[in-house]
């Protein structure tokens, strides 16, 4: 099993409002280059899911806005599976400022695995190395 590091960068201009505080909209963005990342690290990434004929479309995503980034501000985002069955992935998100380390902002992540009609999938059976990483990191805390 590999090690997952938390998705690190700053917060970007475009990403700003007049306030210089990171749109709302953004942080969805966030959790989602923080997803790939995550399955990057662990060995499955998004690329050799779908050349094996499966996708993971979103079921639902929920942000819970704790202190806004502003821009040029470093944060880094911890996140982990924390329910997974096989044929449905549920992922919890903390962003946290590298400058405070407060919490920024917490939220979720809900997913199916489809084939490429988007009918319903369960790895267990028919992809069995795809469900094999997933259920490695159920529950799999990301440390410094």
Partial sequence: MNE?????????????????????????RIFEETRVSYLQQ????????????LMMPVLSVECRYKRPLVFDEPFAVYAKIVKFNGATL????RIISRK???????????????????????TKHSYPEVYQIFADYLGYEITE
């Fill in 42 to 53: 662990a060995g499955m990434p998004f690329e050799d899911i779908e050349a094996k004929g």
């Fill in 4 to 28: 997952i590091h938390p998705y690190e960068r700053k917060v970007y201009y475009y990403e700003t409002d007049k306030m210089s505080v990171m749109h709302h909209s953004n942080y969805i």
């Fill in 100 to 122: 405070s380390g407060e919490l920024c902002a917490e939220g979720t992540s809900s997913h199916c695995f489809t084939d490429m009609d988007m009918k319903p999938v369960r």
């Fill in 90 to 93: 549920h992922m919890e998100y």
